[in-house]
């Protein structure tokens, strides 16, 4: 089968390697109709994450048909259309039954090996999927393709993100509340759309690139603030200079989270989902203190979000693949990697098609 692998740092290549087979009874094998390319994957890609082993698969965006199941597979069979989160789950652990799927306790990330340990990613003609009962979800008719590839990560991460920001807030404060999300990637504009689902009366978006905020603004009703901007002081403004009551961090990096301190108003919440490699903070504890902060953060629950999810997907409300910039054969992997890589012709989400 064909499949994206990873090489070295800014090189990966389309390899035939061999289909995958049932390796524990709980796993099933899932014939992959679309893949999706995250900005995550940037990560090791970009050598920011290091100790990927070369020739691994690589991707943790998939949706497809089940092909294969093992006999202790339990709620799925041979011919069902399903989606994943983008590490698997058992369902059944202590971290499973608290919604915690991220952390379940003999999950797995999509698209980490390292040292010959972990799991192949889902950027391939098929792909395993361990704790299958736990980790698959059974996919509606009503949704297309497009829309359930966002769902088991870009999407569940949003509104992780927003949902994180509100908790914090009575029902009241959440009706009044003026929101800032930096980053307008994919992972940006779908927060956006949570932070509205979550009440949020106004919400800005923060980027250096135009056109996407152009579509978060046209689409997700969004009010668009380039970086060349003042943001500070154009969030001041809209808020009797008190700051936001809610920033959503999207990006990974210690600037973007400078900036959400600063815009963020006195015992604000900032919600941070951007995956950081940097070893420290850009604000102290006394940073913190002085803002009486309230600071959320972590990996999304995927598999957990995806189940509530679903019912926003079916209404049609939100135009969500709209956000998709590219649909491309998977042997075009390598120059979309660079493509996305780079910002390069308006490349904003990336899907692969299969043979």
Same mark, same amino acid.
């Given at each position: 089968?064909?499949?994206?692998?990873?090489?070295?740092?800014?090189?990966?290549?389309?390899?035939?390697?061999?289909?995958?087979?049932?390796?524990?009874?709980?796993?099933?094998?899932?014939?992959?109709?679309?893949?999706?390319?995250?900005?995550?994957?940037?990560?090791?890609?970009?050598?920011?994450?290091?100790?990927?082993?070369?020739?691994?698969?690589?991707?943790?965006?998939?949706?497809?048909?089940?092909?294969?199941?093992?006999?202790?597979?339990?709620?799925?069979?041979?011919?069902?259309?399903?989606?994943?989160?983008?590490?698997?789950?058992?369902?059944?652990?202590?971290?499973?039954?608290?919604?915690?799927?991220?952390?379940?306790?003999?999950?797995?990330?999509?698209?980490?090996?390292?040292?010959?340990?972990?799991?192949? #990613?889902?950027? =391939?003609?098929? @792909?395993?999927?361990?704790?299958?009962?736990? +980790?698959? %979800?059974? !996919?509606?008719? $009503?949704?297309?393709?497009?829309?359930?590839?966002?769902?088991?990560?870009?999407?569940?991460?949003?509104?992780?993100?927003?949902?994180?920001?509100?908790?914090?807030?009575?029902?009241?404060?959440?009706?009044?509340?003026?929101?800032?999300?930096?980053?307008?990637?994919?992972?940006?504009?779908?927060?956006?759309?949570?932070?509205?689902?979550?009440?949020?009366?106004?919400?800005?978006?923060?980027?250096?690139?135009?056109?996407?905020?152009?579509?978060?603004?046209?689409?997700?009703?969004?009010?668009?603030?380039?970086?060349?901007?003042?943001?500070?002081?154009?969030?001041?403004?809209?808020?009797? #200079?008190?700051? =936001?009551?809610? @920033?959503?961090?999207?990006?990974?990096?210690? +600037?973007? %989270?400078? !900036?959400?301190? $600063?815009?963020?108003?006195?015992?604000?919440?900032?919600?941070?989902?951007?995956?950081?490699?940097?070893?420290?903070?850009?604000?102290?504890?006394?940073?913190?203190?002085?803002?009486?902060?309230?600071?959320?953060?972590?990996?999304?629950?995927?598999?957990?979000?995806?189940?509530?999810?679903?019912?926003?997907?079916?209404?049609?409300?939100?135009?969500?693949?709209?956000?998709?910039?590219?649909?491309?054969?998977?042997?075009?992997?390598?120059?979309?990697?660079?493509?996305?890589?780079?910002?390069?012709?308006?490349?904003?989400?990336?899907?692969?098609?299969?043979?």
């Amino acid at each position: 089968m064909l499949a994206v692998t990873f090489q070295k740092p800014y090189e990966v290549a389309v390899s035939t390697v061999e289909k995958p087979k049932i390796q524990e009874p709980t796993d099933a094998i899932v014939k992959v109709s679309l893949a999706g390319l995250c900005g995550s994957d940037l990560h090791p890609y970009r050598g920011a994450e290091k100790g990927l082993d070369p020739m691994t698969i690589m991707g943790h965006e998939f949706v497809g048909t089940i092909v294969e199941v093992g006999e202790q597979v339990k709620g799925f069979q041979v011919g069902d259309r399903v989606g994943s989160g983008f590490t698997t789950c058992c369902g059944e652990c202590w971290y499973c039954s608290r919604g915690l799927t991220c952390r379940c306790e003999k999950g797995q990330l999509y698209g980490w090996k390292s040292q010959g340990k972990g799991l192949e #990613g889902g950027q =391939a003609e098929y @792909v395993r999927v361990p704790l299958a009962s736990g +980790s698959l %979800l059974k !996919l509606p008719d $009503t949704i297309e393709d497009e829309e359930a590839i966002l769902l088991g990560d870009i999407l569940s991460t949003g509104f992780f993100c927003a949902m994180n920001g509100f908790s914090a807030l009575t029902e009241m404060e959440a009706s009044e509340a003026v929101v800032v999300v930096i980053g307008c990637g994919p992972v940006g504009m779908l927060a956006c759309i949570g932070a509205k689902e979550y009440g949020a009366k106004q919400v800005f978006v923060v980027d250096s690139v135009n056109e996407r905020l152009q579509v978060a603004a046209d689409r997700f009703g969004a009010t668009p603030l380039n970086l060349s901007q003042d943001v500070d002081a154009a969030v001041k403004s809209a808020t009797g #200079g008190r700051g =936001a009551d809610i @920033v959503l961090e999207v990006v990974g990096h210690s +600037s973007a %989270l400078e !900036l959400a301190y $600063t815009v963020m108003r006195p015992g604000g919440v900032l919600s941070s989902v951007g995956v950081h490699t940097a070893p420290t903070w850009p604000f102290t504890p006394g940073d913190g203190y002085d803002k009486n902060l309230t600071y959320r953060s972590g990996r999304c629950p995927s598999r957990a979000m995806m189940d509530k999810l679903l019912p926003v997907l079916i209404s049609k409300k939100y135009a969500v693949t709209s956000i998709i910039s590219h649909r491309v054969p998977i042997t075009d992997a390598v120059e979309m990697y660079r493509k996305f890589d780079g910002r390069l012709d308006g490349c904003t989400k990336v899907v692969f098609t299969m043979p």
